[in-house]
């Protein structure tokens, strides 16, 4: 992996390791917010060097069929137990598996931050619903009954996490619909768009115990990271 100041030169970085605190305050203070700024750039690079190495997905391993059978399965079943009519699916990525979710709404709404990745949507799935660019910190997000945001926020530094759940919350769904590791004892901070598990329940977030919780692994990949989709009211969420 990339060493997360790349953009120095090695030497830099070895002298700012003798110093934990410099480099924290280095990675987190100064460098982690100027990947804010190229968040769009280094998503979309990400989309077209196929970063994640996805076979089936440019959107990585974890959008493949065999990863979502779990989330496939329950998706529908939850929705229609919460009578979701709209929902905003922010990542959409390609579309790969939700294609094949059977969701039974008025309305769907695939957005992402690539807009080739969009146009591509558009382009092979035309009636599946509106597929939008959206930034998910920055940009007004639609009004509707849920916000799916499944494997987005682990990708985000934990400054970048709290401005796109103000987002959501501004949005005022009925839901949130989202990742998080349920056993994980600590949430640690990263740089975009580097993976790390997130647990929404402990600090900094202290979200309530979610109204639905759903395994979301693969039992042929055995992949299970204790990843689960939680729900919650975004009444419920103090943000």
Not at 198 to 209: G, M, T
Request: hydrophobic share 40%.
């Amino acid at each position: 992996m990339i060493d997360f100041l790349s953009d120095l030169p090695r030497v830099g970085v070895t002298w700012l390791k003798r110093f934990p605190f410099l480099y924290d305050v280095a990675r987190h203070q100064v460098y982690s917010r100027l990947r804010t700024f190229k968040r769009h750039g280094i998503f979309r690079d990400i989309y077209v060097n196929n970063s994640w190495d996805g076979a089936s997905s440019v959107s990585g391993i974890g959008s493949s069929l065999d990863a979502t059978e779990l989330i496939r399965a329950e998706l529908p079943l939850v929705i229609e137990k919460l009578q979701i009519k709209s929902l905003l699916d922010i990542p959409c990525g390609d579309f790969h598996w939700m294609q094949n979710v059977n969701l039974k709404i008025d309305r769907y709404i695939g957005a992402d931050i690539v807009p080739e990745l969009i146009a591509e949507n558009i382009r092979h799935y035309p009636k599946a619903g509106e597929f939008i660019r959206l930034d998910l910190i920055k940009d007004r997000l639609p009004s509707v009954d849920a916000i799916f945001c499944r494997d987005c926020l682990v990708h985000l530094s934990l400054r970048e996490v709290r401005r796109a759940l103000r987002n959501i919350k501004a949005s005022a769904p009925k839901y949130l619909m989202t990742t998080t590791f349920p056993e994980c004892l600590e949430n640690i901070d990263t740089v975009t768009p580097y993976w790390r598990p997130l647990n929404l329940e402990i600090a900094p977030f202290h979200f309530p115990k979610p109204l639905i919780s759903i395994r979301d692994f693969s039992v042929n990949l055995r992949t299970d990271q204790g990843k689960h989709l939680g729900i919650w009211r975004s009444t419920d969420l103090l943000l």
